[in-house]
């Protein structure tokens, strides 16, 4: 069976150990931890400790986290230089702590946009991004974990002279199809310019005016046979990510069978990758 997945936010009201158990019951064998419950476990304790319990619980489960989204707002530009480096102290806990439940890919937002408001050139905010990338992939060369750069507005070329710009093996990127859409983004193109950098994906529709963060073939606009057949011709093996929260607006027991739903299709549209 295909790696198909939901980013954890969609049960957000469960805590960890609890949202491992519902995805199960509906058959899910993976998710994408999202930033609400990696900073639940951050505030429990040693990250690695805590890691170690939570991975050790859902192996019960035959349930694996591979993906995880770093510290939402974490802004590795950050102007001011001290909370910078807070920031990136915090985001090392982060990566211990999904370095130890397995996380093959934590995704993080290239940041920038404070620094931009306050008036900083485009190449002060590339090298500021690239040297806060590089103290953070040194400290994971020995983990086997990377760092996975997410289109927050950027085209590809943006993104891979990102990627580019850091002496590392552990940098890659992750493709949200839904904040490519409102760029006009082509997802084939995305997606082959990528190639082998591509190690996660945030799979979601809009109706290119806003990020709505509903699944495919519903009202959205993206095409996804595009996607499909772009993922094959690069042989994506990563997680096939679900980040839908626009669907949480429903009741409980709707929601929970919208897991039965987005299983089936998230199978059926892999099934030729």
């Known amino acids: 069976m295909k790696k198909i997945s939901v980013w954890s936010t969609y049960l957000m009201e469960h805590s960890p150990e609890e949202m491992v158990a519902e995805f199960s019951t509906h058959g899910f064998k993976y998710t994408e931890l ?9 505030q429990r304790g040693n990250p690695v ?65 404070k620094a931009r408001s306050e008036g900083w050139p485009e190449d002060k905010i590339s090298d500021v991004r690239s040297e806060s990338l590089q103290i953070l992939t040194d400290f994971i060369q020995d983990m086997p974990i990377s760092i996975a750069i997410e ?25 949200d199809t839904g904040h490519l859409n409102l ?3 082509n997802q084939g193109e995305f997606i082959r310019k990528c190639d082998s950098k591509l190690i996660s994906l945030h799979i979601a529709d809009n109706l290119g005016v806003n990020d709505d963060h509903i699944l495919p073939y519903a ?12 993922l094959h011709d690069i042989n994506y093996s990563g997680l096939f990510n679900f980040e839908v929260p626009g669907e949480r607006h429903c009741p409980p027991d709707a929601r929970l069978a919208k897991l039965d739903y987005m299983l089936k299709l998230g199978e059926l549209m892999m099934r030729d990758v």
């Open 34 to 42: 999202s930033d609400e419950h990696g900073k639940e476990l951050i």
């Open 49 to 113: 400790k805590i890691g170690r319990a939570l991975r050790k619980y859902a192996e019960d489960y035959d349930f694996s986290f591979i993906q995880g989204h770093l510290w939402l707002t974490a802004d590795i530009v950050e102007p001011s230089s001290n909370r910078r480096s807070e920031t990136i102290d915090e985001l090392k806990k982060w990566l211990e702590l999904f370095s130890a439940l397995g996380i093959r890919a934590g995704v993080l937002h290239p940041g920038g946009s």
């Open 151 to 175: 289109n927050c507005g950027e085209n590809i070329d943006q993104l891979l002279s990102i990627v580019d710009g850091v002496n590392s093996d552990s940098l890659g990127i992750c493709l």
């Open 183 to 185: 760029i006009k983004g």
């Open 219 to 230: 009202a959205g606009t993206v095409d996804w046979d595009d996607v499909i057949h772009a």
